[in-house]
């Protein structure tokens, strides 16, 4: 019998954790085990080595082609243009792809998503998932599950509380070159603390968790309970999780439109 964990605790990080306890099958004994030693995850979790640039860097063209990257771009075009607030989750988003890893290694690292902010500056770690694939019938490809989206949220907003010295100096520059009103610069924590985890994705992702669909009736409610209780540890440790649904064309970012998903999971 496979072993749910996969022979890992939380002392391996969150850095580790986001890409191996993210299975469907094992959904509730990973979420119970790490609501019960998420401490000790956040304190393992590994600090990247700091970047001499976190922003303005070039992107891979492999990686931009990707669907998830096209929402990702698509969404930053779409705050940037409408400045939406979404409240709750962000006052709009600062940039897509943004990168913590070194040049030399990624240690585990990549980017993230999209980091966005609140008008008290509060920062906002949003992860994007697209929407899922279709195989035969009415069953889906896409197997990343919502634990896997809250994990790698969670994974990068404890890299930035370790990585914050640097990262705040690059991020009021950036801001301050993009013309942001100085007081929300001011407004920047000296030491980070809250971060909000905004899960996005496209309405189609939802949905195909619901549990009406081959996918969702597989979840059960006890494992669902589960999640819940993972959330509400993530915000006791001043990490609030939110999840958004989109609708539209990322490649048209004036049709997008994005809404709190509010009681997901539902049940």
Not at 25 to 52: G, V
Not at 170 to 199: C, M
Request: hydrophobic share 40%.
């Amino acid at each position: 019998m496979t072993d749910p964990l996969y022979g890992l605790t939380a002392e391996a990080g969150l850095h580790v954790l986001k890409d191996r306890w993210c299975q469907k099958a094992y959904l509730e004994t990973q979420c119970a085990e790490l609501a019960k030693n998420l401490a000790i995850a956040l304190d393992k979790t590994a600090s990247p080595d700091p970047r001499q640039s976190y922003f303005g860097g070039s992107r891979d063209d492999r990686v931009v082609r990707l669907r998830e990257s096209q929402w990702e771009r698509g969404l930053w075009q779409w705050s940037k243009r409408n400045q939406e607030n979404l409240a709750g989750c962000w006052h709009c988003i600062l940039a897509y792809q943004v990168p913590l890893f070194s040049k030399q290694k990624k240690e585990g690292w990549g980017y993230i998503d999209l980091l966005g902010i609140d008008d008290d500056g509060t920062l906002a770690v949003l992860e994007l998932k697209k929407e899922p694939g279709r195989s035969t019938g009415d069953r889906t490809t896409n197997s990343e599950s919502p634990l896997r989206m809250v994990l790698e949220a969670a994974a990068y907003a404890a890299a930035l509380r370790k990585s914050w010295s640097p990262f705040r100096f690059q991020l009021a520059d950036y801001l301050r070159k993009n013309a942001f009103d100085e007081g929300l610069i001011s407004r920047l924590p000296q030491k980070l603390t809250l971060v909000r985890l905004v899960g996005v994705a496209p309405a189609e992702y939802w949905m195909d968790w619901l549990p009406v669909t081959p996918k969702g009736l597989t979840v059960s409610a006890t494992a669902w309970d589960a999640f819940r209780h993972l959330l509400s540890a993530l915000e006791r440790a001043q990490l609030p999780t939110t999840f958004v649904s989109l609708v539209g064309d990322p490649s048209r970012p004036a049709t997008l439109k994005a809404r709190w998903l509010k009681g997901f999971p539902v049940g």
